[in-house]
Structure formats: C-alpha cells, structure tokens
C-alpha cells in the first residue's frame, strides 16, 4: 500500500514508520510531506496513494487549509494530540482519528478499518453520527498527567503540572522550569511531554517552548504579523508565536 506520512515533527514520523514496519510491513511510506503548503504541491499533481496519515497540527497552519485547495481521494487516517479537532477530521475523507502517542493496537485497528473498506469497494469514508458521538466520547476520556516524574540523583521525585511554567529544549534536552524559576531535566522528547499534558493549559508556541495558559504575563504585536509572548518566569529566549499560528493562539488564550 503506498502511503503518504504529512508530519512536521521528526520524531512523531520515526514513530510512525517504526510502527507501520511492526504492523503492515506490506506498506510503502513513498513521501514524507512537513507543511500545508507543501502538502497542497504534492496533492496537486497526480498520484498513485492508497492511504495517508495526517497530523492535524503543521507548522505552518492546520492541515483542513489541504483540503480548501486539493482533493484528496485517498483514505485518510489523522494524527494528533488535539481531540478538539475531530468533528473537524471527519468532514473530509477520514478512515480514523489517532491520538498522540499512538500505540500499536490504534494504528493496527485504523489499518484493519481501512482495509475492510478497500475490500468492500467503497470509496465513501464517511462516518456515522453514532459512530462520531462514541469515537469524540473515546477521545475525551484521554487522561491528561497531573504530575510528572522528575529525576533527581538516584530518585524520581513527582512535579505538579499546575507548577510548570514553561518547558523547553535545551540542546535536545527537554527541560520543565516552574513559577519559582527552579529548572529540571525531563528524560522525555518534547514532543511526548506535550502530549501527555492538558492542551486546555498548555500550548506548543514554536518547536522549542511549550507554554502554561497562567504564565502568560503579555502579549505584544511583533513584526511580520506575529506576536511576542512574554511569561511571569524568566526564559532563555524570546517566545514568538508565526503568523501562520497567531488564530489558533489566540483561540486557545480566550477559551
């Protein structure tokens, strides 16, 4: 099965492809695409993909604004950390909707889904209202961490998300800084910490800073339609938001 992967986070995509060898080794990742617009060049000529895994969350603005220019045929399966957006995923052609980090057991039951509709013929993707209600009741469930483990010398000792201010790379090494200013070490990709916390409370600002809602001190207008976050804790770099970002940061402040 020639596949597409429309992925903007490196280690999100490793992920994905180390799974897909697990689970159907028959299928062939042919084009790895990372943005919208370079998703709406690719779609745009013609090609032979049998299914594509989509995360909803690009760099340069959510990957609905694909389909506002290109028709995609192919089955799609949507990856994100976002269940916000599953109403969303569901008007265009869906087969399922994964939640980061995605196990072995959800991608092997989108793929069975997928290829129950191929055998059946049908081009139609689309999900019933029933259906809809009970995947949005499942995706809600997602239990979001209230504390993480820290390491420190030969203990893990438990932090309070409600603590962290921010959380960032440091030279590939993902480190939580908290209202008090007190830095620590996290063994865990950026990427994964995300995933594991309330995005009703914390924001991925750009690839390096994942930003707490209540440590947000200002907002200024910056540049090339972009905005600059200032938080109540010190930070090693300037946060600024892309101007392809700037909407759905300011409807995630204002929730």
């Given at each position: 099965?020639?596949?597409?992967i ?10 994905l ?13 042919v084009?790895?695409?990372?943005s919208?617009?370079e ?17 909803i ?8 604004h694909?389909f506002?220019?290109v028709?995609i045929d ?17 008007k265009?052609n869906?087969v399922?909707?994964l939640?980061?980090?995605i196990s ?11 290829k129950?509709?191929?055998?059946q013929?049908s081009?139609?993707?689309?999900i ?12 809600k469930?997602k239990?979001?961490?209230s504390h993480?483990?820290?390491?420190l ?8 998300v409600?603590?962290?201010?921010y959380?960032y ?8 800084v908290t209202?008090?200013g ?19 409370h914390?924001f ?6 994942v ?9 200024s207008?910056?540049p ?7 938080l109540k804790v ?9 101007r392809?970002?700037v909407?759905e ?7």
């Amino acid at each position: 099965m020639r596949t597409v992967i429309v992925e903007d986070e490196q280690i999100a995509t490793q992920n994905l492809q180390r799974l897909l060898k697990e689970t159907n080794p028959d299928i062939e990742v042919v084009r790895v695409l990372q943005s919208v617009e370079e998703s709406i060049e690719y779609f745009s000529r013609g090609n032979d993909i049998e299914l594509v895994f989509m995360d909803i969350h690009l760099a340069d603005g959510l990957a609905f604004h694909i389909f506002d220019k290109v028709v995609i045929d192919c089955p799609i399966i949507f990856i994100t950390a976002y269940d916000k957006y599953a109403l969303e995923a569901f008007k265009v052609n869906s087969v399922d909707y994964l939640l980061k980090p995605i196990s072995k057991e959800d991608l092997t039951r989108a793929l069975d889904k997928c290829k129950r509709l191929s055998t059946q013929n049908s081009k139609s993707t689309n999900i019933s209202s029933e259906q809809l209600t009970l995947l949005i009741d499942q995706i809600k469930q997602k239990n979001y961490k209230s504390h993480l483990l820290i390491p420190l010398h030969e203990k893990l000792i438990p932090l309070d998300v409600n603590d962290i201010a921010y959380i960032y790379l440091d030279e590939k090494i993902s480190r939580i800084v908290t209202y008090d200013g007190e830095s620590h070490y996290l063994d865990k990709p950026l990427d994964y910490v995300y995933t594991q916390l309330d995005p009703a409370h914390f924001f991925r600002a750009n690839r390096q800073y994942v930003i707490a809602h209540k440590a947000i001190e200002s907002i200024s207008l910056w540049p090339l339609s972009k905005l600059y976050i200032t938080l109540k804790v010190e930070t090693p770099d300037k946060i600024i938001i892309s101007r392809a970002r700037v909407t759905e940061f300011k409807d995630w402040y204002t929730e």
